[in-house]
């Protein structure tokens, strides 16, 4: 009866964050995102401004949770989803590039440029992609090299905001009038770039779980080759 309490609060608890964010990207489409106030971000949810801010620190983080949602998931879906034999460091940068430059996200993308704040979340929120692309990574090494997952998922995660930040803020950029933060260049060639450089970390890791691997069979007799 307790687990059952207990999954009917987590799904409230989702379902409230979904109404909120979705509210935040509905109110920021509409009026622009410097005219939504948390106020009417909660009022547009059905909830009190209390219970907005334990969910979001801010109108920003709300509306590019929207933006963002779920992208965590789908990226490491993604990688999971991938054959076994296709290189991890090509299935990532396969990931990553399908749920960071799909069509329908061109519209949020394009409010998230309106705004330097949106940018700065935007751009933070990048972060969140570790924790699930860690587990998967791990997975596709064989579940024993945890914290070399950490690490690698670490690492997608800073080359994925170093190229959106080079996309958002090119260094030789004038500076941007009106508070429009215009992009520049091509984010795949951005991504993939950022990505490349990973590469050869990914591929020892890989090498490494498969040298693992094959120590690990046993001869038709039961003994141990490694041994």
Not at 20 to 48: K, M, Q, T, Y
Not at 136 to 152: K, P
Not at 216 to 225: A, K
Request: aromatic share 4%; hydrophobic share 45%.
């Amino acid at each position: 009866m307790t687990t059952r309490r207990t999954g009917l609060r987590e799904q409230k608890k989702q379902a409230t964050r979904v109404a909120l964010r979705e509210a935040a990207l509905r109110l920021a489409l509409e009026r622009g995102p410097d005219n939504v106030r948390v106020d009417d971000i909660a009022e547009a949810a059905g909830v009190s401004p209390r219970t907005y801010n334990n969910y979001f620190s801010s109108r920003e983080q709300a509306i590019v949770a929207a933006v963002t949602a779920e992208r965590e998931s789908r990226v490491a879906a993604a990688v999971a989803a991938r054959p076994a034999h296709v290189r991890l460091a090509d299935a990532l940068t396969e990931a990553v590039l399908e749920q960071y430059t799909e069509p329908r996200d061109h519209d949020k993308l394009l409010l998230i440029t309106t705004s330097p704040t949106l940018c700065d979340a935007f751009l933070d929120a990048t972060t969140a992609i570790e924790h699930p692309l860690a587990a998967v990574i791990d997975q596709r090494l064989g579940g024993a090299g945890t914290l070399t997952a950490r690490v690698l998922a670490a690492g997608v995660a800073a080359a994925v905001r170093a190229a959106l930040q080079q996309w958002l803020r090119p260094p030789a950029a004038p500076p941007a009038t009106g508070g429009l933060v215009v992009p520049s260049g091509s984010l795949p060639d951005l991504l993939r770039s950022a990505l490349a450089a990973l590469a050869p970390a990914f591929d020892a890791a890989e090498e490494q779980a498969q040298q693992r691997s094959h120590q690990g069979v046993r001869s038709p007799d039961g003994s141990d080759p490694a041994g």
